[in-house]
């Protein structure tokens, strides 16, 4: 049985949906996380750098590591 009806898209864009947008939401396609003033890019001691999205939440865990090319949710503001 198909549930929905064969129209669940598969694409990579399904894949790699910003956890910021919920399921029912589109975000905001035309802005990526990467311009937005929430994006922090941590370094640790050993200089990796990592992005994270200040609102969602930041811990020293890959868990909330965020894709600088994620499609911006609606609580985007541009950086200044
Ligand atoms: S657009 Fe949304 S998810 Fe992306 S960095 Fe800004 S607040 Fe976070």
Do not use: Q, W
Not at 44 to 70: A, I, N, Q, W
Request: charged fraction near 35%.
């Amino acid at each position: 049985m198909d549930l929905f009806n064969g129209a669940l898209p598969e694409d990579k864009r399904e894949r790699n949906k910003n956890p910021m947008i919920g399921p029912f939401d589109t975000g905001l396609p035309e802005a990526k996380c990467k311009s937005c003033k929430y994006l922090l890019r941590v370094s640790t001691p050993s200089r990796r750098m990592f992005s994270k999205c200040e609102l969602r939440g930041v811990t020293r865990g890959k868990g909330t590591d965020h894709s600088m090319y994620y499609d911006a949710c609606l609580e985007y503001k541009e950086r200044d």
